[in-house]
């Protein structure tokens, strides 16, 4: 498809969005069912934009709640062995000290029920900021699931 912009003031415009995104984007978002389906699908698109150490912490999350405890070290070992690469972009300070501190000794440990609630609560202010509550389902993370 085509880039374009879209005026929402004009029928003719949005019912051709709806329709791309009928065709375009839903079928590819359906297709998305577990963790592990999204980590395929998306992963390789975002999972390295080091711009923003939010969206890398999200990743770092989405490898908790999968279980990925190798990966999780990895992220924890590159903000321990490089701060100067993370400090000063976007997210950093706030997730940092507020959430990702308070994890990584949880991570060491490889603390599930711990690093689950973390999750679970932030899920929940996700779910709450985005209006979702209505819609939304609880499941158990992967991590919550294995032994």
């Given at each position: 498809a085509e880039e374009r912009l879209w005026n929402m003031q004009?029928?003719?415009?949005?019912?051709?969005?709806?329709?791309?995104?009928?065709?375009?984007?839903?079928?590819?978002l359906r297709s998305i069912v577990t963790l592990d389906d999204f980590v395929a699908r998306l992963g390789p698109v975002s999972r390295h934009a080091e711009r923003?150490?939010?969206?890398a912490f999200e990743w770092f999350c989405v490898d908790l709640a999968r279980g990925d405890f190798e990966a999780a070290d990895a992220f924890i070992a590159d903000i321990r062995a490089?701060?100067?690469?993370?400090?000063?972009?976007?997210?950093?300070?706030?997730?940092?000290?507020s959430i990702f501190l308070p994890l990584a000794p949880l991570v060491a440990a490889r603390d599930r029920p711990a690093i689950a609630a973390i999750l679970r609560r932030l899920e929940g202010y996700s779910v709450r900021h985005l209006g979702l509550e209505k819609v939304w389902q609880h499941e158990p993370f992967p991590l919550e699931l294995q032994g």
């Open positions: 004009d029928p003719d415009s949005v019912a051709e969005f709806k329709a791309e995104l009928a065709r375009d984007v839903l079928p590819m923003y150490f939010a969206l490089h701060p100067e690469k993370w400090r000063g972009r976007l997210g950093f300070e706030d997730l940092y000290l």
